[in-house]
């Protein structure tokens, strides 16, 4: 029985990990819309860091199960977004971009935290480890989503940050991105997907510095 799960242990860690850290990403978007007075996220029952919370059904349970089940050489996943009003915000001007911010910047604390003591446990415990293997997986999954979040494409974190950052006289850009993004995000994962990874390149190559940072 051990022998037989043992192959998937990986993956397993990986979900775990997957499911960490979303939940947190997304609990921090809803904390730092509460923090500014929008109680949108806490009446909804998304102010919380139970996983369940969060899941969606597809990118949390079925996509990551199926790439599991297949043994397929990578994890993704995503939770439900959790809502804010952005109208609700003390600062109107500025608010959503703290809100945007809050959860790549999670992301960020929990792949320096998972960092830091990686570097103190990989040389006493070993690569096979199963703790070290869990902070491996949430070392780069963090730093993933971190990175992913940002591109300024909606529903992706980066497009209320880059709303936020744009003066008046641009907002009709992010305007446009709210309606076309969802569908130019779909054009360039199938581009990622079929023809040339440039965004996976991209975020290999933080993965690397990130990974040189702490001297991994």
Excluded: C
């Amino acid at each position: 029985m051990q022998e037989s799960i043992a192959p998937l242990l990986p993956y397993i860690v990986g979900g775990a990990a997957i499911l960490i850290s979303i939940t947190i990403h997304e609990f921090s978007h809803g904390l730092a819309a509460y923090l500014q007075g929008d109680n949108t996220a806490r009446d909804a029952g998304r102010l919380t860091l139970n996983p369940i919370a969060h899941i969606d059904p597809i990118g949390t349970i079925l996509l990551p199960a199926i790439l599991i089940l297949t043994r397929a050489p990578f994890l993704i996943g995503w939770a439900r977004p959790v809502p804010f009003n952005p109208l609700n915000l003390r600062n109107q001007r500025y608010g959503p971009l703290y809100v945007g911010l809050a959860g790549p910047l999670a992301n960020a604390a929990l792949f320096t935290v998972s960092g830091v003591l990686l570097n103190l446990f990989v040389n006493p415990l070993g690569g096979t480890n199963f703790l070290v293997i869990f902070l491996s997986n949430l070392f780069v999954i963090n730093i993933v989503l971190a990175v992913f979040n940002l591109i300024p494409i909606p529903p992706l974190d980066g497009s209320k940050i880059l709303a936020a950052l744009l003066p008046p006289r641009l907002s009709h850009i992010s305007m446009k991105l709210e309606i076309y993004g969802p569908y130019i995000l779909l054009f360039l994962l199938f581009i990622e997907f079929t023809i040339h990874p440039f965004i996976g390149s991209f975020i290999f190559g933080a993965i690397r510095i990130v990974s040189r940072l702490f001297g991994i």
